[in-house]
């Protein structure tokens, strides 16, 4: 009978074990309520050698533990452009890299950003709230401690990969179909460029914007539409801009994308000090119309007194676009938008919403930062950017108003 009852006990135990692991998901995944904890496991030789070859896309077999659910043989590499380096190495993790077909809770892809340029660790994540928030689908993150093979190796950020998986989350199955669905390009900066039309060659566009669905269509799939749409941005008349251009790019989501970066001070997007940087272009299947996705927005919350027309004039698209009053409109009134939402109360917290978010993010992480064995910079460097980041949070919207308020004709 005691036998019986072990068994029955037994079981019951791998029951529950089973449920636990089942239930979790990818919004437990990118719960950013916790500080999460990721576990890597990787030979030794492995991990030194990525680190000494970090400018190097090699990729390496590796085991990784999350909340008590493991996926064996995944793999990892550097990532990153000027954050790349060998201390504290941003990682991309491709789960069926090396397994085919093999799923992290339905993810085959997630990025760990080591955050290397942004001393507080939270100007994307704050940023990608906003940008969801707006109604514009972006990167799911949240912050974690990383252990490689059990030793802390520092604050990292769980970074939602924009892939098939997130075209799906985003667009819907349909979209995220492998023959048929939308195109998902990934603007590459190699250049100063800001949209203007490079001919008829393909391939002059093929070197900017590198596909991450469809990549196995004809270059004139991939590319034929998007030149099409940069020609008619450069070459179509004033009178019909926004007839022409409408065909081929959602023209109100485009300009509200940069009202975003515009309200949170983003130096490196789609106006950025160096050309155009960090978006991707979804074209979808259904409408045929392509539209701003954010990536990589560590540079954002720069300065809280930035004009809110910074560098506007130097973007084809955005300098024609804004000539058009109702497209100028849309720009306005999501910058009020964004004002409105930075300075949203809580139920039991008159702080806006950008003041709380950046509080409760940098609270979260402050000790795991303070323990960071390659953390670039020193703690106290770490609380003075949170304050200018509270700053910032707490008079932005304040500044964006007084500027519409001084408009006078076409920015």
Known sequence: MQLFVRLIAVCLIGHV??????????????????????????SSRDWQTLKARASEDTYYSADITWNGVTVRNVGIRSRGSSTRNGIKPGLRVDINRFVASQEFLGLK????DNMYSDASLVRESVTMKMFAKMGVPASREAHARLFVNNEYVGVYVLSESIDRTFVNRAFGAAEANVENGGYLLEFEHVAFYHFEYLGPDLSAYAGLFNPQTRDTDSAANIYGPLADMIRTINESADEDF?????RYLDLKQAVAYVAIEEFMVEWDGLVGFAGMNNFYLYRSRQTGLSQLIPKDKDAALASVNDSILLRLDTNVLVRRALMVPEL?????????????????????DPRGWLEREVDGETRQIAQAVSEDPVYPASFD?????????????????AVVRAQIADLAGPP
Do not use: K, W
């Open 17 to 42: 074990t089973s449920t636990v692991a089942v239930a979790q998901t990818q919004d437990d995944f990118f719960n950013d309520a916790v500080l999460q904890e990721v576990r890597l496991a990787i």
């Open 328 to 348: 100028r409109q849309v720009f306005i009134d999501a910058l009020l938008r964004c004002a409105a939402l930075a300075d949203e109360p809580g139920v039991d």
């Open 109 to 112: 892809a997630f990025v760990l």
């Open 381 to 397: 460097q770490f609380q003075a950017t949170v304050d200018q980041l509270l700053d910032f949070a707490r008079n932005r919207s």
């Open 242 to 246: 926004e007839t022409a251009v409408g």
